[in-house]
């Protein structure tokens, strides 16, 4: 069963624009991680939120954890095209378990 | 250069025949684990494994077997491929948990997968 959940499935927005994507969760977490594909590629690691952490930051990256609403929020500001591609939540479970949520594909126009 | 490899990159193969998909990492990382990535889901996971000769089912373990005879490599086996398994398959490892927390993961290229 899927764990994460992203809204929305899709983003479009212009350049220079923040772009904010919200994942829901279903059970109790160790952490949330976000991760980043570029089409058909590995994907990549962008940021971990341990779960008695609140907020964390990373560059132009900010995320967000409320484990009382099971839901984390990432936050890209002053986008750039080169941000275009699909962004995953993934829940890590007290069974070292990880669950990867269906993801957002944003698209960053120039 | 750090990273995951997989190999084959691309396979087309039959119903039936068996075929093993190789992952090896060169991070000495304790921590591998084998996904699918089907359109609209995600990443599922599949089979993980905390260390040597430790292996757990993920999500979606039905029609796949794997071992963990060396830290290094993490092959999965696919012993009757059929249809429902054409997919794209990425192999990751990470260093193990630590304070109860699961590690980043450093994905593999991934594995494009056609069964006919």
């Known amino acids: 069963s899927q764990q994460g959940e992203e809204d929305p499935q899709a983003l479009s927005i212009q350049e220079g624009e923040n772009a904010t994507m919200n994942c829901s969760y279903k059970t109790s977490i160790n952490n949330l991680q976000w991760y980043r594909q570029n089409s058909g590629r590995g994907l990549v690691h962008l940021i971990l939120i341990r779960s008695n952490e609140r907020e964390k930051h990373s560059g132009r990256l900010r995320v967000t954890l409320d484990t009382s609403k099971k839901s984390s929020s990432l936050l890209i500001t002053a986008s750039r095209a080169a941000d275009t591609a699909s962004y995953f939540c993934a829940t890590g479970l007290r069974s070292f378990k990880t669950i990867f949520g269906a993801g957002t594909r944003l698209f960053v126009k120039a | 250069e750090a990273q995951v490899t997989q190999n084959p990159r691309y396979l087309i193969t039959v119903t039936g025949k068996k075929l093993t998909v190789t992952c090896s990492q060169n991070?000495?990382?304790?921590?591998m684990s084998w996904y699918r990535q089907d359109p609209g889901l995600g990443l599922r996971q599949i089979y993980y494994?905390?260390?040597?000769?430790?292996?757990d089912k993920g999500d979606v373990p039905e029609g796949y077997k794997v071992s963990r005879k060396e830290k290094r490599n993490f092959p999965l086996i696919l012993e009757s491929p059929s249809p429902n398994q054409t997919s794209l398959y990425f192999c990751?490892?990470?260093?193990?948990?630590?304070?109860?927390?699961?590690?980043?993961?450093?994905f593999g290229d991934g594995t494009r997968l056609s069964i006919l």
């Open positions: 990751a490892s990470s260093f193990g948990p630590r304070d109860g927390s699961n590690q980043p993961q450093h």
């Open positions: 991070m000495n990382h304790e921590y």
């Open positions: 494994s905390m260390n040597v000769e430790v292996t």
